[in-house]
Antibody, heavy 125, light 108 residues
């Protein structure tokens, strides 16, 4: 079964740090680009960060650039998000999400086809 | 930066009715990069449609997507009780991943 399981969330004070982990199973992790997507209470999903399969291409949302760092260990089938200088507005459920890719009729299609259940991060004093 | 604007924010309909959801991009994007998700409370989003009009595996054929320029539409032909949920569009062009703000399909 294809599965993503996040861990590492919790309650942290403003200015603090957390490291989220995502354990992948049921597929060849090293073949896939990965994302972190978050969802604040009562809000829609917000893309946070993207990491290509080989870790060459890295992208961040402006809201987290300079504070968050995405990384992966393909040998351990794991994705990480180091979050520093946390703010109240970072409070959200954080999802690990696999980027699917399909080449058909000379077109590339991209989508998020596998999501974890999420881990909750609460930033509050 | 590509911004996706969804409308309406809420759609109040009865089971069996047709739902039409809109997603407009702030600039031209290839339809191959436009995706629709369904999300129910307490769950992660679920992939419905990719490439604007291709149903994902296991998605019933009452769900369909179309594209016209910067306008994208998700249609649910006949609402089933399990279809009442939030729906989000997302683009994978440029800086990957911007989502629209969502449309809630609720029971009238």
């Amino acid at each position: 079964e294809v599965q993503l399981v996040e861990s590492g969330g919790g309650l942290v004070q403003p200015g603090g740090s957390l490291r989220l982990s995502c354990a992948a199973s049921g597929f060849t992790f090293s073949n896939y680009a990965m994302n972190w997507v978050r969802q604040a209470p009562g809000k829609g999903p917000e893309w946070v960060s993207y990491l290509s399969s080989s870790s060459i291409n890295i992208q961040y949302a402006d809201s987290v650039k300079g504070r968050f760092t995405i990384s992966r260990d393909n040998a351990k089938n794991s994705l990480y998000l180091q979050m520093n200088s946390l703010r109240a507005e970072d409070t959200a459920v954080y999802y690990c999400a696999r980027r699917g890719e399909l080449l058909r009729d000379y077109y590339y299609y991209y989508f998020i086809d596998v999501w974890g259940k999420g881990t909750t991060v609460t930033v509050s004093s | 930066e590509i911004v996706l604007t969804q409308s309406p924010r809420t759609l109040s309909l009865s089971p069996g009715e047709r739902a039409t959801l809109s997603c407009r991009a702030s600039q031209s994007i290839s339809s191959s990069y436009l995706v629709w998700y369904q999300q129910k409370p307490g769950q992660a989003p679920r992939l419905l449609v990719y490439g604007a009009s291709n149903r994902a595996a296991g998605i019933p054929d009452r769900f369909s997507g179309t594209a016209s320029g910067t306008d994208f539409t998700l249609t649910i032909s006949r609402l089933e009780p399990e279809d009442f949920a939030m729906y989000y569009c997302q683009q994978h062009a440029g800086s990957p991943g911007a989502f629209g703000q969502g449309t809630k399909v609720e029971i009238k």
